[in-house]
């Protein structure tokens, strides 16, 4: 009994399950055959090698396109593809490098998505970078590199500066000479005294730090000028009594008429 029952089973299902899968495959087939019909799509090549250059309330983006002569032109994304703008493709048939700079863009970190595009609208597989937009928030909290002194010595103006700002490249001093002509001197962070001939107009300069937080920023940052007033130098007495000897391994043996205290005695 048991034997009759798979029998049917097997010549009854089967036959069934076999008619299913033809019908299902024949459907599919109807799917694509207007693919087919239409031919096979080349879809465009994606971009390559996004380099974003952040700014101040603006970022540039640029990027590579392999040789595609399909290639019509490029859209960039970005807020979740809330905003957009598109960018024409010329020189479709050559490696090229394409750029585009977004303008009035609010201060944050954002996810950029390109798509290359061909002339039926076909799009290509997304390429996507990470960048940043630096604003106000970002200026406001800089600070200025710690001028020690301004002092004016022997007819020189001479800055003394504290240690450098991290991502700080230098500071900048403007000042208006005797003759009325205005000067901008640019200090590097590796520059711990300044001095130059000369004295500003009434004693008095302005001074900022200037910022490049990313290599490849395309603005540089800066703190509001300060005044300063120059004060004349004053010779100071030295407490020698703090004053000892710094004997190196590789000196001779000091007498009495060659020891270096006799340099402050």
């Known amino acids: 009994m048991i034997s009759n029952q798979y029998k049917y ?20 087939d109807d799917s694509y055959r207007h693919l087919k019909e239409e031919g096979e799509i080349n879809y465009p090549a994606k971009a390559d090698t996004i380099i974003v250059y952040p700014g101040l309330n603006r970022v540039k983006l640029a990027w590579v396109l392999r040789p595609d002569p399909n290639i019509a032109k490029c859209r960039v994304y970005w807020n979740n593809r809330k905003d957009s703008v598109e960018v024409p493709v010329t020189n479709a048939g050559t490696k090229d490098t394409i750029s585009t700079i977004l303008e009035n863009m609010a201060e944050g970190s954002y996810i950029f998505t390109i798509y290359t595009y061909d002339a039926q609208n076909n799009v ?10 630096y604003g106000a928030s970002y200026v406001n909290v800089l600070t200025d590199r710690l001028l020690v002194s301004a002092l004016k010595v022997n007819g020189k103006t001479r800055l003394q500066w504290g240690d450098p700002v991290e991502t700080s490249i230098g500071a900048q001093v403007r000042y208006t000479d005797a003759g009325g002509t205005v000067h901008t001197v640019f200090i590097p962070s590796s520059e711990n005294i300044s001095k130059w001939e000369g004295y500003p107009a009434g004693d008095t300069l302005q001074y900022r730090t200037l910022y490049k937080p990313e290599a490849n920023v395309l603005d540089t940052f800066s703190t509001a000028y300060k005044g300063v007033s120059l004060q004349d130098a004053v010779p100071e007495l030295l407490n020698v009594s703090t004053f000892r000897d710094f004997i190196l391994p590789t000196d001779a043996a000091p007498s009495n008429g060659t020891k270096v205290s006799n340099l402050w005695n």
């Not at 089967?14 to 299902?24: E, G, T």
Request: with cysteine; glycine share 6%; net charge positive.
């Open 124 to 133: 290509s597989v997304k390429a996507e970078a990470n960048g940043t937009v």
């Open 9 to 28: 089973l097997r010549y009854g299902i089967l036959p069934f399950l076999l008619c299913c899968i033809l019908c299902a495959c024949s459907k599919m």
